[in-house]
């Protein structure tokens, strides 16, 4: 089918009530248009960060073996980002946003992606299903090798000196000063998380009793949590990718977890590990700062989009591709939240994207940000599952509360949305040049 008539039949559905369980994102007013679309995504499946040797204290049992080296993008990983870069040409096609020849016009399609392997193999799976012959003029990446890319990983400075002591600090406040609060909240999952790593009979500081609960600061910037909490997390982020990777039941969590529903109960420690240390107000202005204003920059000026060359055409379909924790920082930033069914609340799950759409109201009417969460589910993750336009992601409108009062069907005027963000945003952690945010 000619994805320019795809869209538009999807469009349809939408708009009759007709869609899919999760689709849930409006149809564009009739007489708007989409003049720019700036996605934050994540990467999909990949393997486990650390060694087998590192993960061995964690649990009783050797861990599964990957395909790839640790922290890697796997091919089924890479299967997922091109689905989802067929279904965002899908979308976003239908919208005029992509071309429906080969390649797109120089300078209207630019993915920005992180430098290490995951994030730069995952862009090219997401190219992949975009368009099937035209890399090179559309991915980009910091030239320096050498450094971390600031929007994806921002280093201390002088201006925003990412102080460990004040950062656990605030961590702590949010916890009433100590760890003990949230482990009675969480005991259930963590005393399920523990059963699974280590079963009774297991030696002694074993799983979750491998750390002493701490927040020390890291060599990066700014702060790390350890133990329970934190082992927690890592486990359960870990058997999400095993499922999402189709390994056997056997082997999701060594088949000890009991199913769907007990791998989505304990990702709540997972989801409350990345709260704390990804959404924590200074923590959130220190690391998303940049990557706000570099969106919000973008939105109101698709020539300062990173990567796009210096030509009379804007970007319009622009992505920049790191990870979970820069959607977790944004979100932060502008207290956004989104439920994708199968997913925890507020969950940034593998090859997931948060979507700033810029739409104008008429040929020269007012512009509105709209925003729209995309992932896979947990089904359609592990089982592969073709995206088409009978069986789409999850897709969420996502609002914006700051915008509640100005806002027209889910969007918020661009003026509105840019003096939030500019509330938002710590200056002084705004390291890049040239992210003028004023409107």
Not at 141 to 162: N, V
Request: charged content about 15%; some cysteine; proline content about 10%.
């Amino acid at each position: 089918m000619n994805f320019r008539l795809a869209a538009a039949v999807l469009a349809s559905t939408l708009t009759a009530g007709l869609a899919p369980a999760g689709a849930q994102v409006p149809p564009i007013p009739p007489g708007w248009q989409t003049e720019r679309v700036v996605m934050l995504a994540r990467h999909s499946v990949l393997a486990p960060n650390e060694t087998p040797e590192q993960l061995a204290r964690f649990a009783a049992s050797p861990w599964p073996t990957w395909p790839v080296a640790p922290g890697n993008l796997t091919p089924r990983g890479a299967d997922l980002g091109h689905q989802m870069g067929q279904f965002y040409r899908i979308i976003y096609g239908g919208r005029g946003l992509i071309e429906e020849s080969i390649c797109p016009a120089p300078g209207t399609v630019v993915l920005w992606v992180d430098l290490d392997n995951r994030a730069e193999y995952a862009a090219l799976s997401t190219l992949g299903g975009l368009y099937m012959r035209c890399i090179t003029p559309i991915l980009k990446h910091q030239a320096d090798l050498s450094k971390p890319d600031p929007l994806f990983h921002p280093q201390p400075s002088p201006s925003c000196p990412m102080d460990a002591a004040s950062n656990r600090a605030a961590i702590l406040a949010r916890i009433g000063g100590d760890f003990s609060s949230v482990q009675r909240e969480y005991a259930p999952q963590l005393a399920l998380l523990q059963s699974t790593l280590c079963p009774p009979g297991s030696a002694a500081g074993c799983g979750l009793a491998a750390e002493a609960p701490a927040i020390v600061p890291n060599p990066a910037g700014g702060v790390t949590m350890k133990g329970p909490i934190a082992i927690g997390s890592m486990a359960g982020e870990i058997f999400l990718q095993e499922s999402a990777e189709g390994m056997s039941a056997d082997q999701v969590a060594w088949g000890r977890l009991g199913g769907d529903d007990k791998l989505r109960d304990v990702l709540k420690v997972r989801r409350l590990h990345l709260d704390l240390t990804e959404k924590t107000k200074p923590i959130a202005q220190q690391k998303g700062s940049n990557l706000l204003a570099q969106i919000t920059t973008a939105l109101q000026n698709g020539h300062k989009f990173p990567g796009a060359p210096d030509l009379a055409q804007p970007v319009r379909f622009g992505m920049l591709i790191g990870h979970d924790t820069n959607i977790l920082n944004v979100a932060g930033l502008l207290n956004l939240g989104w439920a994708i069914k199968g997913h925890q609340d507020n969950e940034a799950p593998p090859g997931s994207a948060l979507a700033f759409e810029l739409l104008r109201e008429g040929r020269n009417g007012p512009r509105y940000v709209r925003m729209a969460f995309y992932a896979q589910t947990p089904e359609q993750l592990r089982n592969n599952t073709p995206l088409t336009i009978d069986n789409p992601p999850g897709m969420v409108a996502v609002d914006l509360p700051a915008c509640s009062a100005y806002a027209r069907d889910k969007a918020c005027p661009l003026e509105r949305f840019v003096e939030i963000a500019n509330a938002a945003i710590d200056p002084g952690c705004v390291t890049i040049k040239n992210l003028a945010i004023k409107p």
